[in-house]
């Protein structure tokens, strides 16, 4: 199933490649009045995207606009997956959970108006800037045995983005030098005993290069020197995905172990545990097959579950 078209979209398309274009041109390519394209620029401004506006040049969209083309990712799926592409939504995890489980689905969206993260925290989602996703999964295991998933999860997105100098946070982010990259929120639902379906939501920094000040520092990919489309960023996730998520059913954690150890941030770094209201440091080293980070604490290895604990490196 594609996303539809919509007169929003036929606007944006006229503006895709980031040149100026007339008021009379939009107007004739979205087959509407150029006072409707007046007050259609004002509502996507008000949208969030950052059209200008100037007399005798037209309307521009500054650094254009990558489009998630839904045809193609849906023509590059996996079999049996499903492709919807949003033009907006409160969030993709919350849309998926309104839908009935039909196998792999796969959902983006052009913006999110209340994207979350871990704990409960907003996440920052600007239209047409960055991938927002999330994946429609069943599990046939026990919930406890998804322990590792959001691990599995962010080295699929890692493969997927393949730049130098990507590293993982545990428990769900990817960084680069300390600056936050994406994120992953994990919302499970079923039997204890399986099956479970679980909602995996990723967010990643693609294009945008200014924001608001947030809680942590943050990077993306176009500051990175990324070139690419995120048409295609979807699409090699997507696929990575279908072989990780398959392989992790199948054989657990451990496959996955050695790649993990390649990109975490963590091990022999000191942090600081938040846990029950109580503050500890202690000193990272790597998790374990159940997902658990292991911290060396007051001369003992504990094993830490991501619900549990707030983690900070120091």
């Known amino acids: ?103 792999p689905h796969l959902v983006l969206a052009e913006q999110q108006t209340a994207g979350r993260g871990r704990r409960g925290r907003s996440w920052h989602s600007p239209p047409g800037l960055n991938l927002y996703a999330s994946v429609d999964w069943q599990f046939d295991c026990a919930s406890s045995q998804l322990g590792p998933l959001g691990l599995v999860v962010a080295l699929s997105l890692a493969a997927a983005i393949d730049r130098p100098g990507v590293g993982i946070k545990w428990p769900n982010d990817l960084v680069v030098d300390g600056q936050k990259l994406a994120g992953i929120l994990i919302e499970a639902s079923g039997e204890l005993a399986g099956p479970v379906r679980a909602i995996i939501g990723m967010g990643c920094n693609v294009w945008m290069r200014e924001g608001p000040r947030l809680d942590q520092p943050w990077t993306s990919l176009a500051r990175l020197g990324w070139r690419g489309c995120r048409t295609d960023l979807a699409t090699a996730l997507m696929q990575q995905l279908d072989g990780d998520l398959r392989r992790f059913s199948e054989q657990g954690f451990a496959p996955f172990l050695p790649r993990y150890q390649a990109l975490d941030v963590l091990d022999g770094a000191s942090v600081r545990v938040e846990q029950a209201g109580r503050i500890r440091m202690g000193r990272a080293r790597g998790v374990d097959l159940g997902g658990r980070l292991q911290c060396e604490i007051d001369g003992q290895l504990v094993a830490l579950a991501s619900g549990e604990v707030s983690v900070r490196r120091q």
Not at 10 to 36: K, N, P, T
Not at 49 to 61: D, F, K, Q, S, V
Not at 89 to 95: C, D, L, R, V
């Open 1 to 103: 199933m594609a996303g539809v078209t919509t007169l929003n979209d036929s606007v944006l398309i006229g503006l895709a490649d980031g040149a100026w274009q007339s008021g009379e041109s939009l107007a004739q390519a979205a087959g509407i009045s150029r006072a409707a394209i007046h007050k259609r620029i004002q509502k996507l401004r008000d949208a969030g995207w950052p059209i200008e506006a100037e007399a005798g040049h037209g309307y521009r969209l500054p650094g254009g606009w990558d489009r998630l083309d839904a045809e193609q990712l849906q023509s590059r799926a996996p079999q049996a997956w499903q492709v919807t592409v949003l033009d907006e939504t409160s969030g993709t995890n919350a849309w998926l959970a309104e839908q009935s489980y039909a196998g």
